[in-house]
Every structure is written in C-alpha cells, then in structure tokens.
C-alpha cells in the first residue's frame, strides 16, 4: 500500500509510477471526486518528459500527450455512460503503443481495457491518500512486481 499525505506526495508516488511504464501500459484510478487521481496523472506524464501543464480531461474526455517519452492518453470518463462509451472506440487508444491512464473506469464497464493495472485511492480521515493496487492480465502483474521491486 502506498501512500501520500500531500498533494506533492502523489504527484512523486505518479513519478514512480510512470517511470515503471512501458508501453501497453494500462491504469484505471478509481476513487471519490477531489482523492487525487488527476494530481497522481500529473506525475505519470511528469515521469514521462511532458512538460506543458496535465489539465483534467472531465469535459474534454480523452487528452493526448504525443510529445511523452512513450505517448500517454489521459482519460476521464465520469460524465459518459457504458453505452456512450461505445462511439469512442477505446480500442484503438488501446492497442497503440501507448499508455493510458483512465479516471472513473467504472463508468465504462465493458470498454475497459482486458490488461490493466487498478489502482484505488481512497481517503484517510487525517487527509491522507492510500493507494491500493491489483493487476489483472500478464502486463500489469508484471508492472505491478516492477512496482514492488524499486
Ligand atoms: N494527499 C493528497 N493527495 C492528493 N491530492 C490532495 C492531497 N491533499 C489534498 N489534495 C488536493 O485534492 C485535490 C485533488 O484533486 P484531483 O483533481 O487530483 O482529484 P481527482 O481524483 O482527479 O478528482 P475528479 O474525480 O474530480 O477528477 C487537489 O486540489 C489537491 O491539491
Ligand atoms: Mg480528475
């Protein structure tokens, strides 16, 4: 379990996170509005060489981050439904070579990614975030031992 009592915390428990990524990498946060998910991106893409400021992507859906040491997609997908979610063929963004990273994955049900790595945050009554982690398919166990062994 990780965790991180300010928000410069979670943006260094994402820059440990994102340097452990290779590409194919997928990350669903799950975890309450304002817990820290985009503040914990923030430090992905950190890790990752961008340099212009990680905006929420609650209306905008899907940002992209070509410029990434290994291209990073950010996705929010709490206003959209599992029905809507279909039009915006995820699978592509998917099976690029390159990384996504999804808040409210529990929106999309079956338009998830088969291979991912959960990360659920929650908050502490003294402020502080815990981090919980389970990998599902052979990529994320392997970044999830990658994780536990730096
Ligand atoms: N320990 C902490 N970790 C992360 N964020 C913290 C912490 N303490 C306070 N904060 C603050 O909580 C807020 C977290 O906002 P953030 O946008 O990252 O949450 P989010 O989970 O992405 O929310 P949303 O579900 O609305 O997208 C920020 O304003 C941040 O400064
Ligand atoms: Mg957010």
Request: net charge negative; aromatic share 6%; hydrophobic share 35%.
């Amino acid at each position: 379990m990780w965790q991180a009592k300010t928000d410069e915390e979670m943006r260094e428990l994402g820059k440990r996170l994102g340097q452990a990524l290779t590409a194919g990498d997928h990350i669903l946060l799950e975890g309450d509005l304002g817990v820290g998910k985009t503040t914990l991106t923030k430090g992905i893409a950190e890790a990752l060489g961008v340099t212009r400021p990680l905006k929420s992507p609650t209306y905008t859906l899907i940002r992209e981050y070509p410029e990434a040491s290994i291209p990073l997609y950010h996705m929010d997908m709490y206003r959209i439904t599992e029905e809507e979610a279909e039009i915006l063929g995820l699978e592509e963004y998917y099976e690029a070579d390159a990384i996504t990273v999804i808040e409210w994955p529990q929106q999309i049900g079956e338009w998830l990614p088969d291979d991912a790595l959960t990360i659920k945050v929650t908050r502490e009554e003294d402020d502080t975030r815990s981090l919980a982690f389970s990998a599902e398919g052979s990529a994320s166990q392997a970044l999830l031992h990658r994780l536990e062994m730096n």
